[in-house]
Nanobody, 125 residues
Framework: QVQLVESGGGLVQTGGSLRLSCAAS????????MAWFRQAPGKEREFVATITWRGNTYYQDSVKGRFTISRDNAKNTVFLQMNSLKAEDTAVYHC???????????????????WGQGTQVTVSS
């Protein structure tokens, strides 16, 4: 059973930065595709960023140039560095993982088998 635990959320002012972390219990973490999704109140969960097992990264258009996803396979951890935060970035951020080996990026909710409980990010204007 793979467990994902997020940390690093909080309250920040517009234009500020936060760094989210997701610690995974997966034994073959380096082979996992990892991603961040977010869900704002009353909205569906949406894709934010993903990093493949090869280290290729993909982002939702609204966060390109502001967010950076990265991974440290030695520590079984994936990160999301968020800069220039906006009020519309306010949401619960979830870490997701998939053990399926593929060269393409997964951006759909249904493509990930494992999910964390989420961490709240609130951006005040």
């Amino acid at each position: 059973q793979v467990q994902l635990v997020e940390s690093g959320g909080g309250l920040v002012q517009t234009g500020g930065s936060l760094r989210l972390s997701c610690a995974a219990s997966a034994r073959a973490f380096s082979a996992f595709a990892m991603a961040w999704f977010r869900q704002a109140p009353g909205k569906e969960r949406e894709f934010v960023a993903t990093i493949t097992w090869r280290g290729n990264t993909y982002y939702q258009d609204s966060v390109k140039g502001r967010f950076t996803i990265s991974r440290d396979n030695a520590k079984n951890t994936v990160f999301l560095q968020m800069n220039s935060l906006k009020a519309e970035d306010t949401a619960v951020y979830h870490c997701a993982g998939s053990g399926r080996i593929t060269s393409r990026a997964f951006t759909g909710v249904d493509e990930y088998e494992y999910w964390g409980q989420g961490t709240q990010v609130t951006v005040s204007s």
